[in-house]
Nanobody
Framework: QLRLVESGGDLVQPGGSLTLSCVAS????????IGWFRQAPGVEREGVSC????????NYEDSVKGRFTVSRDNAKDTVYLQMNSLKPEDTAVYYC???????????????????????WGQGTQVTVSS
């Protein structure tokens, strides 16, 4: 069965960059849209980005547009989240998840899209602080 493992989280200064990876095992993720989510302490989980199975559609939460870029390499069963110009408010645990579908929902609202995701990784911590 499909399993997802995130990596790449770290402590970084404001304005810095990080690239998160989401690697699949047990099955290929090539047929699924993959979402990135994040959760800060005391805050509800929120959608960050989504990429369709064929990479022909991507979606971003408004606060990360222009700073974050999602991509995937289906041959490596890996999805990436490139994060630039990081801000302290980006501090959170970041999760990747596999949708039941090959396409992304138009919406990024977690309450709306969460039921579509059936496999979740364990998360990787991103801390943005000077």
């Amino acid at each position: 069965q499909l399993r997802l493992v995130e990596s790449g989280g770290d402590l970084v200064q404001p304005g810095g960059s990080l690239t998160l990876s989401c690697v699949a095992s047990g099955a290929t993720l090539a047929n699924y849209a993959i979402g990135w989510f994040r959760q800060a302490p005391g805050v509800e989980r929120e959608g960050v980005s989504c990429i369709s199975s064929s990479s022909n559609y991507t979606n971003y939460e408004d606060s990360v547009k222009g700073r974050f870029t999602v991509s995937r390499d289906n041959a490596k069963d890996t999805v990436y989240l490139q994060m630039n110009s990081l801000k302290p408010e980006d501090t959170a645990v970041y999760y990747c998840a596999a949708s039941r579908f090959s396409i992304c929902n138009y919406y990024m609202d977690y309450a709306v899209v969460a039921p579509e995701y059936h496999v979740w990784g364990q998360g990787t911590q991103v801390t943005v602080s000077s």
